[in-house]
C-alpha cells in the first residue's frame, strides 16, 4: 500500500468528519497567548471562519484521526463494511495542519473525532495525544473539541477533560431500538456512561475548585465548554417526541451543553438498510427550534408536543406558534403588562426581544411603533398582543390564522 | 474640525469642550480634514467649563461608533452626548429615534469587527530566528483596524504579523503593536503554501445533499469572497453537487467489505450472560444487562449492591439516586451522605456490610437540568425482587435493615406500612431477621428542625439496634 500524502490524507478524512454536526468553538472560558508566548486564543464567543455552499459554518479544523473503523453502524460512512477509501493521521500531522491553519486564521481550533481501531481505549488514548502535543509543546490556546469514545477507560476521558474545551459522545440514534438495528455493537448504557464520566469529571474539578487554598494555583478546569452530543434525524422511524424525550433525558442527566440534531444525508457507499432520499433538513430546523423552547422559553417537552400531532412537528409552522395556535385562550397577551415568562411565549419575539420590552417597559407604555423597532417580526406578533394603540380583536380567534403564516400549500411533486 | 476620521481621542476632547462650553448641536459643525476648512474658520467658541459624566455605556458605543464611515457621525454623535449629560435615562429608551440610530450603528460596526476576526487570512511570509512572520490584506466596511488589533495581538502573540487596509495598517513585531499608513493589496503575498490544504479541506467539508446557498450568503457576503482564498472554489462545488449526490444515489447500495467479518465475534462475546449467577460478581454483571422493566431505556446504568460477601447485616435502600446512578454504586449521593453519618453513630462499619437497594435502576422525571426522582412503583419491585432476592442468597445475612417502603415491599413483597413494623424485630424464612427504618432521604426533606432531630435521633437507634442484634 502506497502511503498517502497530507493532501489526500486530508481530503479523505474531512470527508469522512462531515457528517458531525457540531462546529461550534463558543461558550469556553477566555484565553490568549499573551501569558503563554504561544498562539491561540479563546474569546468565549464562537467566531465562524467560513461557510460551506451548504449553508454551515467552519469555524474548527473537523477532521478524523482514522477513517478505519471496526464497528458497523449502517448509517455511517466509516463503518467497517464500507468500501470508501482510507487514512489514517499520525498524531504529529494533526497537530501540524491544526497549527498551520490556525497561524492564517482559518480556524478557531480543532475538532477531533476517530474511527476506532484496536480498542477503544488506543482509539482514545490516540485523540488525547494530539490535544496533549498541542496545549503542552505548543502552547496552543485555541479550541479544542475532542469526540469521547464511548466506551473508553473513565481516566482517559478525565484525562481527555484537562486538554479539550469541550467532549462529545454521540448517541448517534435517539431511541434503543434504532440504535440496536442500526448500530448493533454500540450500546446506548456505554453511551450513556462515558456522558456521565464527562459530568462526574466536570463536578468533581468543580469541588476541587471550591475546596482549593486562597492564593494557591487554580486547579484546571475540565471542558470548560461542557459537553455536547448528535443524534440523526431521519435514518430510523422515532418520532420527534422520542428524539426529543431523548434530549431531555440527555440534558438533565449529563448537563449537556447541545444536542445536535442531523438529519439523516446520504452517504456514498451507503448501507442498502438506509433511505436514499434527501436529508429532512426542514424537520431538523423544527428540532432545533423545539430544543430552544426546552431550554430558554420554559416549555415542557409535552407543551411543545400540544402543537404537533402524531408525535411529529408541524413542519410548515414553528413549533411556538404551532403551540399558540393551540392555546389561544392565553392570546392576546399585554405587551405592557404581561410578566416575562407569558411574553416569551409569544409567537415571534425571541428572548432578545423579550428583554428588551422588559427594559424599555420601565420607561414608559409600548406602541406598536415601539415594538417595531425591538423586534424584526412584529406582523407575526400582532394577532396575539395587545399594545397602547393596538388590539387584534378577532384576528387572534379567526379560523384562517394558520394559514396566514404557513407558506403557500405548493403540488407535490408526483413520483414518476 | 477633525483632522483623522474614526480617531476617538480626537473626537472626545473636541466634544468634551463643546459640551462643558454649553455649544447646543444645532450650533456646531462637524467636518472632516478631506471636506476643507469652513468659510468662516473652524474657532468655535469653547470655554472650557465644569466636566461632564456620560453613561459608560454611552462612551464604549461612541468609541466603537466612531469608526462609521458616514459623516454624519460625529455630529449626530455630538448630539446624543448632549441630550444625555440632560437626560439621566435616554439609552434606556430604546425606542428614541437618536438611541435607535445609534443602537444601530453600533450594532453595524460591531458586525464588521466580527466579520474581520473572521475572515482575515494571513499569509506566510517567512521565520527568522524561529519567529514567524505573516501579512494580511484586509477591506474593513469602516474604519475598524484599532478595534480589531487588540483581537489578533491576544491570539498571536507568538509571531509577528501586519494587517494592511486602505486606510490604516496594524503592525506586531517585537511584542509591540504599532499603527501605520493604509496601504494596497499588492503589499501583499498573493498565496500562501498551505492554501491548497485550506482549500481541499473547504472542498472536503461541504456536504453536496445540503445546499444551502442563501444561508452561506447571509452571513459570508460576496463583498468578503474576494479576501478569501476557499471562495474560488464555490461555483465549481456548486456545479458538481448534483451530479454528485445523484452518483450516491445511483450507487447506493455496496457489498460489504470483507473486514466486516473479524469484529462480529467480539461483539458476540459481549452479549453472552453468565448464566450461573454463582458470585456478586456475576449478578452485577448480569444486572448490568436487565432490560426486564423500561427503566433501564433513560437510566445510566444498573446499580448493583456493593460489600462483602460474608457480611452479617444488609443494609436495602430504595433505588439509586442521580449521583448512584452516575457513578454506579450505592449511597453515594446526599442520602448517602446521611446514612454514613448515621452508621457512624450507630457505630456500624460501612466497610463490613452489604449495601444494596430495591430498584436496581434510577427512575427520574427530567427538569431542565435536574433530573427528578420518582418512587418505583409496586410492579417495578416486584421485578426487580428477582435481582434482590439473588444477592440475599449469595450474601446470607444474619439481619437485613430496610429504608423505607420500598425496600420493605422488595423484601416482604407486601405494601406494609413502616411504623406498623417499626421498633421490633421481625423474622424472615429461613431465620434472616428483620429491623425497618425510614430511608435517610426523609430526614433530608424535614424542614422543620426539631423533627429532624427527632426523626434523625429515632433512625441511628434503629441501627444500633441492628448493631446489636447482629452481633
Keep these: 500500500m502506497s502511503s498517502k500524502t497530507i493532501l489526500q490524507k486530508l481530503a479523505v478524512l474531512a470527508h469522512a468528519a462531515k457528517y458531525d454536526a457540531s462546529c461550534a468553538s463558543s461558550g469556553?472560558?477566555?484565553?490568549?497567548?499573551?501569558?503563554?508566548?504561544?498562539?491561540?486564543?479563546?474569546?468565549?464567543?464562537?467566531?465562524?471562519?467560513?461557510?460551506?455552499?451548504?449553508?454551515?459554518?467552519?469555524?474548527?479544523?473537523?477532521?478524523?484521526?482514522?477513517?478505519?473503523?471496526?464497528?458497523?453502524?449502517?448509517?455511517?460512512?466509516?463503518?467497517?463494511?464500507?468500501?470508501?477509501?482510507?487514512?489514517?493521521?499520525?498524531?504529529?500531522?494533526?497537530?501540524?495542519?491544526?497549527?498551520?491553519?490556525?497561524?492564517?486564521?482559518?480556524?478557531?481550533?480543532?475538532?477531533?473525532?476517530?474511527?476506532?481501531?484496536?480498542?477503544?481505549?488506543?482509539?482514545?488514548?490516540?485523540?488525547?495525544?494530539?490535544?496533549?502535543?498541542?496545549?503542552?509543546?505548543?502552547?496552543?490556546?485555541?479550541?479544542?473539541?475532542?469526540?469521547?469514545?464511548?466506551?473508553?477507560?473513565?481516566?482517559?476521558?478525565?484525562?481527555?477533560?484537562?486538554?479539550?474545551?469541550?467532549?462529545?459522545?454521540?448517541?448517534?440514534?435517539?431511541?434503543?431500538?434504532?440504535?440496536?438495528?442500526?448500530?448493533?455493537?454500540?450500546?446506548?448504557?456505554?453511551?450513556?456512561?462515558?456522558?456521565?464520566?464527562?459530568?462526574?469529571?466536570?463536578?468533581?474539578?468543580?469541588?476541587?475548585?471550591?475546596?482549593?487554598?486562597?492564593?494557591?494555583?487554580?486547579?484546571?478546569?475540565?471542558?470548560?465548554?461542557?459537553?455536547?452530543?448528535?443524534?440523526?434525524?431521519?435514518?430510523?422511524?422515532?418520532?420527534?417526541?422520542?428524539?426529543?424525550?431523548?434530549?431531555?433525558?440527555?440534558?438533565s442527566g449529563y448537563h449537556l451543553r447541545r444536542v445536535y440534531y442531523s438529519a439523516y444525508s446520504p452517504i456514498p457507499d451507503a448501507s442498502s438498510a438506509l433511505p436514499p432520499v434527501r436529508p429532512p433538513l426542514m424537520r431538523e430546523h423544527r428540532l432545533y427550534q423545539a430544543d430552544w423552547l426546552l431550554r430558554f422559553y420554559g416549555f415542557a417537552r409535552s407543551e411543545i408536543m400540544e402543537g404537533a400531532s402524531g408525535g411529529m412537528l408541524d413542519l410548515s409552522i414553528d413549533p411556538k406558534l404551532a403551540w399558540a395556535l393551540m392555546k389561544r385562550d392565553i392570546f392576546p397577551v399585554d405587551i405592557n403588562r404581561a410578566p416575562r415568562e407569558l411574553l416569551l411565549r409569544v409567537p415571534g419575539l425571541g428572548t432578545r426581544a423579550v428583554d428588551r420590552i422588559v427594559a424599555v417597559r420601565r420607561t414608559g407604555k409600548l406602541r406598536l411603533g415601539d415594538l417595531a423597532k425591538l423586534t424584526a417580526s412584529v406582523k407575526k406578533v400582532l394577532p396575539f398582543i395587545v399594545t397602547l394603540d393596538w388590539r387584534p380583536g378577532k384576528l387572534t380567534d379567526s379560523a384562517d390564522l394558520r394559514a396566514r403564516f404557513a407558506p403557500p400549500a405548493e403540488q407535490l411533486a408526483l413520483a414518476l | 474640525?477633525?483632522?483623522?476620521?474614526?480617531?476617538?481621542?480626537?473626537?472626545?476632547?473636541?466634544?468634551?469642550?463643546?459640551?462643558?462650553?454649553?455649544?447646543?448641536?444645532?450650533?456646531?459643525?462637524?467636518?472632516?480634514?478631506?471636506?476643507?476648512?469652513?468659510?468662516?474658520?473652524?474657532?468655535?467658541?469653547?470655554?472650557?467649563?465644569?466636566?461632564?459624566?456620560?453613561?459608560?455605556?454611552?462612551?464604549?458605543?461612541?468609541?466603537?461608533?466612531?469608526?462609521?464611515?458616514?459623516?454624519?457621525?460625529?455630529?449626530?454623535?455630538?448630539?446624543?452626548?448632549?441630550?444625555?449629560?440632560?437626560?439621566?435615562?435616554?439609552?434606556?429608551?430604546?425606542?428614541?429615534?437618536?438611541?435607535?440610530?445609534?443602537?444601530?450603528?453600533?450594532?453595524?460596526?460591531?458586525?464588521?469587527?466580527?466579520?474581520?476576526?473572521?475572515?482575515?487570512?494571513?499569509?506566510?511570509?517567512?521565520?527568522?530566528?524561529?519567529?514567524?512572520?505573516?501579512?494580511?490584506?484586509?477591506?474593513?466596511?469602516?474604519?475598524?483596524?484599532?478595534?480589531?488589533?487588540?483581537?489578533?495581538?491576544?491570539?498571536?502573540?507568538?509571531?509577528?504579523?501586519?494587517?494592511?487596509?486602505?486606510?490604516?495598517?496594524?503592525?506586531?513585531?517585537?511584542?509591540?503593536?504599532?499603527?501605520?499608513?493604509?496601504?494596497?493589496?499588492?503589499?501583499?503575498?498573493?498565496?500562501?503554501?498551505?492554501?491548497?490544504?485550506?482549500?481541499?479541506?473547504?472542498?472536503?467539508?461541504?456536504?453536496?445533499?445540503?445546499?444551502?446557498?442563501?444561508?452561506?450568503?447571509?452571513?459570508?457576503?460576496?463583498?468578503?469572497?474576494?479576501?478569501?482564498?476557499?471562495?474560488?472554489?464555490?461555483?465549481?462545488?456548486?456545479?458538481?453537487?448534483?451530479?454528485?449526490?445523484?452518483?450516491?444515489?445511483?450507487?447506493?447500495?455496496?457489498?460489504?467489505?470483507?473486514?466486516?467479518?473479524?469484529?462480529?465475534?467480539?461483539?458476540?462475546?459481549d452479549l453472552l450472560l453468565d448464566d450461573d449467577l454463582t458470585s456478586l460478581d456475576a449478578v452485577a454483571r448480569a444486572v448490568g444487562q436487565c432490560t426486564r422493566c423500561p427503566l433501564h431505556c433513560n437510566a445510566t446504568q444498573a446499580v448493583a449492591g456493593e460489600g462483602p460477601a460474608a457480611a452479617r447485616i444488609m443494609v436495602i435502600g430504595e433505588q439509586p439516586g442521580d449521583q448512584e446512578d452516575l457513578q454506579g454504586r450505592p449511597f453515594v449521593g446526599p442520602a448517602g451522605q446521611v446514612l454514613n453519618e448515621a452508621l457512624g453513630e450507630a457505630r456500624l462499619d460501612r466497610r463490613r456490610l452489604f449495601l444494596t437497594n430495591a430498584v436496581k435502576h434510577f427512575k427520574f422525571e427530567p427538569r431542565g437540568k435536574r433530573r427528578l426522582h420518582q418512587n418505583p412503583t409496586a410492579g417495578e419491585i416486584d421485578i426487580c425482587r428477582w435481582w434482590l432476592d439473588k444477592e440475599r442468597a449469595l450474601v446470607q445475612p444474619d439481619l437485613i435493615v430496610t429504608l423505607g417502603a420500598s425496600a420493605l415491599r422488595g423484601v416482604t413483597g407486601k405494601s406494609a406500612s413502616i411504623k406498623s413494623m417499626r421498633g421490633a424485630v421481625h423474622e424472615l424464612a429461613g431465620g434472616t431477621k428483620l429491623v425497618a427504618t425510614i430511608h435517610p432521604s426523609f430526614l433530608l426533606r424535614l424542614p422543620d428542625r426539631e423533627r429532624a432531630d427527632e426523626e434523625r435521633a429515632a433512625f441511628v437507634a434503629d441501627l444500633a439496634c441492628a448493631r446489636k442484634l447482629a452481633a
Design chain 1, 28 to 251: 469556553t472560558v477566555k484565553r490568549d497567548s499573551v501569558g503563554s508566548k504561544g498562539i491561540g486564543s479563546t474569546e468565549g464567543m464562537g467566531i465562524c471562519h467560513s461557510y460551506a455552499p451548504d449553508g454551515r459554518c467552519i469555524s474548527l479544523l473537523k477532521i478524523l484521526l482514522t477513517n478505519f473503523c471496526v464497528y458497523d453502524c449502517r448509517f455511517c460512512i466509516n463503518r467497517a463494511s464500507s468500501n470508501v477509501e482510507r487514512a489514517r493521521f499520525s498524531p504529529q500531522e494533526v497537530v501540524t495542519l491544526t497549527l498551520d491553519f490556525y497561524k492564517r486564521n482559518y480556524i478557531e481550533g480543532l475538532f477531533l473525532s476517530s474511527g476506532i481501531i484496536r480498542s477503544e481505549d488506543y482509539t482514545m488514548e490516540q485523540l488525547v495525544e494530539v490535544a496533549r502535543i498541542l496545549r503542552e509543546e505548543h502552547r496552543f490556546q485555541g479550541y479544542i473539541h475532542l469526540k469521547t469514545i464511548a466506551g473508553a477507560d473513565p481516566a482517559l476521558v478525565a484525562l481527555a477533560g484537562l486538554y479539550a474545551d469541550r467532549l462529545s459522545t454521540n448517541v448517534e440514534l435517539p431511541t434503543e431500538a434504532g440504535l440496536e438495528s442500526f448500530a448493533p455493537e454500540k450500546k446506548p448504557a456505554t453511551i450513556r456512561k462515558t456522558m456521565a464520566s464527562v459530568r462526574v469529571g466536570a463536578e468533581d474539578a468543580m469541588e476541587a475548585a471550591k475546596g482549593r487554598l486562597i492564593g494557591k494555583a487554580k486547579p484546571p478546569r475540565f471542558a470548560p465548554a461542557g459537553q455536547s452530543t448528535q443524534m440523526i434525524v431521519g435514518a430510523d422511524a422515532a418520532r420527534d417526541d422520542d428524539i426529543l424525550a431523548t434530549a431531555d433525558n440527555l440534558y
Design chain 2, 1 to 269: 474640525m477633525l483632522s483623522t476620521p474614526g480617531d476617538f481621542a480626537e473626537w472626545r476632547g473636541v466634544a468634551r469642550a463643546l459640551l462643558a462650553g454649553g455649544v447646543a448641536p444645532e450650533d456646531v459643525s462637524w467636518r472632516g480634514a478631506e471636506e476643507g476648512a469652513s468659510l468662516f474658520g473652524d474657532q468655535a467658541p469653547v470655554s472650557s467649563g465644569a466636566a461632564v459624566s456620560l453613561p459608560r455605556e454611552l462612551l464604549t458605543m461612541a468609541d466603537r461608533v466612531i469608526c462609521h464611515r458616514d459623516p454624519q457621525v460625529p455630529a449626530r454623535l455630538y448630539r446624543l452626548v448632549w441630550r444625555a449629560a440632560r437626560e439621566r435615562q435616554l439609552l434606556a429608551r430604546t425606542t428614541d429615534a437618536d438611541v435607535d440610530w445609534l443602537r444601530k450603528t453600533d450594532k453595524a460596526i460591531r458586525r464588521d469587527v466580527h466579520k474581520m476576526h473572521a475572515f482575515v487570512r494571513f499569509r506566510r511570509l517567512g521565520e527568522e530566528e524561529g519567529r514567524e512572520s505573516f501579512a494580511a490584506w484586509f477591506e474593513p466596511d469602516h474604519r475598524i483596524l484599532r478595534l480589531t488589533a487588540p483581537f489578533f495581538q491576544r491570539r498571536f502573540y507568538g509571531m509577528d504579523w501586519a494587517i494592511v487596509t486602505p486606510d490604516a495598517r496594524a503592525i506586531w513585531e517585537d511584542e509591540e503593536l504599532s499603527y501605520g499608513p493604509g496601504g494596497t493589496r499588492d503589499e501583499v503575498p498573493d498565496s500562501d503554501v498551505v492554501e491548497d490544504q485550506w482549500r481541499t479541506y473547504y472542498g472536503a467539508i461541504f456536504n453536496p445533499a445540503r445546499v444551502k446557498i442563501d444561508a452561506m450568503r447571509a452571513e459570508m457576503p460576496k463583498k468578503y469572497w474576494k479576501n478569501l482564498p476557499e471562495a474560488q472554489d464555490i461555483a465549481p462545488l456548486l456545479a458538481g453537487a448534483g451530479a454528485r449526490v445523484e452518483r450516491m444515489r445511483e450507487m447506493a447500495v455496496s457489498a460489504a467489505n470483507p473486514r466486516t467479518e473479524k469484529w462480529r465475534t467480539r461483539v458476540a462475546d
